[in-house]
């Protein structure tokens, strides 16, 4: 089992840059695929970006490409999610998943059904 703990939410104004972090322990971190969605007021929760184990390959829903970027540091046990030039429709609570994907080296992953772990989530606030 692995747990994930994210960081990095808070308020900013459009336009500007947040960065999150997920910070996972329990199992070895290399062998996880990752992901990242968000879920808004009164909204279902949608995907975000996603990065393979390795992290060579990763994934952008269409409205975030561009602006986010993903990242995977296996040494540091973290996924990073760098979102620049953001919208008030950015506002959210961001969750990062995780699910094991030991034969798979590439594999990206955009469903919530395909991730067996969640952490809490971390509130991004964008302010127009």
């Known amino acids: 089992q692995v747990q994930l703990v994210e960081s990095g939410g808070g308020l900013v104004q459009a336009g500007g840059s947040l960065r999150l972090s997920c910070a996972a322990s329990?199992?070895?971190?290399?062998?996880?695929?990752m992901g990242w969605f968000r879920q808004a007021p009164g909204k279902e929760r949608e995907f975000v970006a996603a990065?393979?184990?390795?992290?060579?390959?990763?994934y952008y829903a269409d409205s975030v490409k561009g602006r986010f970027t993903c990242s995977k540091d296996n040494a540091k046990n973290a996924v990073l999610l760098q979102m620049n030039s953001l919208k008030p429709e950015d506002t959210a609570v961001y969750y990062c998943?995780?699910?094991?994907?030991?034969?798979?080296?590439?594999?990206?992953?955009?469903?919530?059904?395909?991730?067996?772990?969640w952490g809490q989530g971390t509130q991004v606030t964008v302010s127009s």
């Open positions: 998943a995780a699910r094991s994907d030991l034969y798979s080296i590439g594999g990206v992953y955009g469903s919530e059904r395909e991730y067996d772990y």
């Open positions: 990065i393979s184990r390795i992290g060579g390959v990763t």
């Open positions: 329990g199992r070895t971190f290399s062998n996880y695929a």
